[in-house]
């Protein structure tokens, strides 16, 4: 991968793009909240695809984003994610193929990680309370991280099963069902024949192909200056997505408290501010970001060697900003 990174400190969206080239282009744009955040579909409409298809082709991908909420929120008492967390350690539970898909994926990138990227989090990290500025105690967060061990989960990819050796592990998909959805999205944006598209959910943005022969730009937000952006880059057929740590977080007594947990210590990461992975696969970028925002630059940039066609931009705690090898400034 050889792009040139535009560094920018200018107000602005967080999603940016080119005019379009073609005066004959036929957008179909939907903005809607799902997943706790504002998402966004734009796709060019095949020549061949009638308006009443591309209608329902819009409402598939609406659906989708809609049906990962419904099955992956730790908030909703009924999702599938909230029942595994009531029952796992009593039984076994059956769980829906795309939840064994991403829990599949994130037991795998928990393993070459060596445990820096887990969902079992969530056993320390549903102690916080973000928007109430709550936090756990230190014996509470001591009692807590005692579960968190991606080993303790028993997944049965034959029968569709997950089971927790322990009672106190929870999981939360906060860092890779978000780019689960994209992905999934445009999956399904490419079986129905378009070329050209955007999926954003929140932090993450996946790209069919390109803008009419020019590229996509996709900012990266500044992450002290809500109103301004870090970086610009030119995409293509990517996807990106950002981990940092203004996103959900308090500040107490000078210190901030944001959501993007150390499984070793359940306290949140620190060194870095923002983590953006560019790459091929939706969730793999998602979860990548988070790890290596846990990981920090060195460990970081070291872990993403693995993974081949990924790159990455991160800025630490003094706004300083790095890019992993692939990636060219000027």
Not at 72 to 93: D, G, H, T
Not at 113 to 125: C, L
Not at 136 to 157: C, G, K, R, V
Not at 283 to 311: C, P, R
Request: charged fraction near 20%; hydrophobic fraction near 40%; proline fraction near 3%.
């Amino acid at each position: 991968m050889n792009k040139l990174v535009k560094i920018l400190l200018t107000t602005s969206a967080f999603i940016a793009c080119l005019s379009i080239s073609s005066v004959n282009a036929k957008w179909f744009e939907h903005k809607f909240n799902v997943m706790g955040t504002a998402a966004e579909i734009r796709f060019y409409q095949p020549d061949k695809m009638p308006d009443q298809q591309t209608q329902r082709l819009l409402q598939q991908l609406v659906d989708v984003m809609h049906g990962v909420d419904e099955s992956m929120s730790p908030y909703k008492p009924s999702s599938e994610l909230s029942l595994i967390n009531q029952q796992a350690y009593a039984q076994s539970v059956k769980i829906s193929n795309d939840l064994l898909r991403v829990i599949t994926k994130a037991q795998h990138i928990a393993k070459l990680s060596n445990g820096i990227f887990d969902i079992t989090f969530a056993s320390a990290g549903h102690l916080y309370q973000y928007r109430e500025h709550i936090k756990p105690s230190d014996n509470e967060l001591q009692q807590a991280t005692q579960f968190i061990n991606y080993h303790d989960i028993l997944l049965d990819e034959q029968q569709s099963t997950i089971r927790f050796l322990k009672p106190g592990t929870k999981i939360d998909l906060g860092g890779i069902a978000k780019g689960f959805a994209v992905q999934k999205c445009l999956n399904i944006l490419k079986q129905a024949g378009v070329q050209h598209a955007l999926v954003n959910a929140g932090g993450d943005t996946g790209l069919l192909g390109d803008k009419f022969g020019q590229n996509w730009l996709v900012a990266i937000k500044h992450p002290r200056q809500a109103d301004k952006q870090a970086a610009l880059l030119p995409l293509a057929s990517e996807a990106i997505s950002t981990s940092g740590d203004y996103e959900r977080y308090f500040i107490e007594d000078g210190q901030r408290y944001h959501h993007i947990l150390n499984p070793k210590t359940g306290k949140s990461a620190t060194g870095l501010v923002s983590v953006s992975v560019v790459g091929p696969d939706a969730m793999t970028t998602d979860a990548l970001s988070t790890t290596l925002f846990i990981l920090g630059k060195e460990q970081g940039f070291k872990l993403l060697e693995q993974f081949v066609g990924y790159e990455a931009i991160v800025i630490d705690d003094d706004l300083n900003m790095y890019f992993s090898k692939g990636l060219s400034t000027n």
